[in-house]
């Protein structure tokens, strides 16, 4: 079983609001993830991180940033929401030995911008 | 860059065998995994290859042939809880290692 955390699950504010999606994984894992999901769309990879004080930006362009101070720890920052910025973020993490291609999601923050 | 392409939806009866296609254009190719996301929920990990040829995990299998920049993921027996999505994801060394995601299969499973 996956131990890994998202709050809040659903999300709904103005805009120019700065908000903070938070993730927390329980495994020690040393790599985490954040991806930007649109309803019945692929994910895209936004940040990255392979430790403490690593990350990294994705694939997707965002305007969010993410720090990891601690290896459990992985939280989004929005300093400004838009509507643009509405859509589903997930949040993973894995191993970097062993079986570092299996990815553990989290049940992700349903974010809407009004 | 690199591309994924999956058929949009796949539809079929209950303990039925169907196979979900996955061809991908990358020029740092490393491997690639599978995951199902029912409505609402969050990715689950199903397999990952990377070398040629079948995986097999109880229903389900994948396999990947690298010369041909494809792979499918197998389910047999199909049960209604099988009905979710499903994505491709090639691991890529251009992209640190990191997984760039399918467009992803929709798959009905119907009584």
């Known amino acids: 079983e996956a131990d890994i955390y998202q709050t809040p699950r659903y999300l709904v504010i103005g805009t120019g609001k700065k908000i903070t999606l938070e993730c927390s994984q329980t495994m020690g894992h040393d790599k985490m993830y954040w991806y930007q999901q649109d309803p019945g769309m692929e994910l895209h990879l936004i940040h990255y991180?392979?430790?403490?004080?690593?990350?990294e930006k994705g694939d997707l362009s965002s305007e969010s940033t993410v720090s990891r101070i601690r290896t459990e720890h992985f939280p989004l920052t929005l300093e400004s929401a838009r509507p643009s910025h509405t859509s589903q973020y997930l949040c993973?993490?894995?191993?970097?030995?062993?079986?570092?291609?299996?990815?553990?999601f989290g049940p992700g923050t349903r974010l809407t911008v009004t | 860059g690199q591309s994924l392409e999956q058929p949009s939806e796949v539809t079929a009866v209950e303990g039925a065998i169907v196979q979900i296609n996955c061809t991908y254009q990358t020029s740092g190719f490393y491997g690639l995994s599978w995951y199902q996301q029912h409505d609402g929920g969050a990715p689950t990990f199903l397999s990952y290859?990377?070398?040629?040829g079948l995986e097999e995990t109880g229903r389900f299998s994948s396999f990947l042939s690298r010369s041909d920049s494809y792979g499918y993921l197998l389910l047999q027996e199909l049960q209604m809880k099988d009905s979710a999505s499903y994505f491709c994801a090639v691991r890529d060394r251009n992209y640190g290692q990191n997984f760039v995601f399918g467009p992803g299969t929709r798959l009905s499973v119907l009584p």
């Open positions: 993973a993490s894995s191993e970097s030995q062993g079986v570092p291609y299996e990815q553990y």
């Open positions: 991180s392979y430790g403490v004080n690593s990350t």
């Open positions: 290859n990377a070398l040629d």
